[in-house]
């Protein structure tokens, strides 16, 4: 899980909790103005093959930095929960799918809690 803040032209995403030792970092920041969409996941996310570094156990969390063919990427979900998908140009990462707990930060209207 991380939470998002927003510091001027800066969103600063900082994990929380043991997610900070699963993903192997503790904070990713990157300019607003380089955000190309942000979203939730619906359906199936692939993730990038290679993990450099993180950590993974299949239906139980992904969590850390990924590569594959030109894009890196920066996971922190477990066991398949709601994930917020943020797409990145000019930065160190070509995407973002984390849990967030306050994915309103970023426009995003809170998930509902049935979705049935």
């Keep these: 899980m991380v939470s998002f803040a927003i510091e001027g032209s800066t969103v600063k995403v900082t994990v929380l909790g043991w997610h900070k030792i699963a993903a192997l970092r503790s904070t990713v920041c990157f300019n607003r103005?380089?955000?190309?969409?942000?979203?939730?996941?619906?359906?199936?996310?692939?993730?990038?093959?290679?993990?450099?570094?993180?950590?993974s156990i299949p239906g139980l969390?992904?969590?850390?930095?990924?590569?594959?063919?030109?894009?890196?990427?920066?996971?922190?979900?477990?066991?398949?929960?709601?994930?917020?998908?943020?797409?990145?140009?000019n930065e160190e990462y070509t995407r973002l799918v984390v849990e967030a707990s306050n994915p309103e930060v970023l426009g995003l209207d809170p998930l509902p809690m049935d979705r049935t």
């Excluded at 979203?39 to 993180?54: C, E, K, N, Q, V």
């Design 61 to 89: 969390v992904t969590a850390g930095t990924y590569i594959e063919d030109g894009r890196r990427e920066f996971w922190d979900v477990t066991r398949g929960q709601d994930a917020v998908v943020v797409d990145l140009e």
């Design 33 to 55: 103005e380089n955000v190309r969409s942000v979203d939730y996941a619906t359906g199936r996310i692939d993730r990038p093959f290679w993990r450099m570094p993180g950590t």
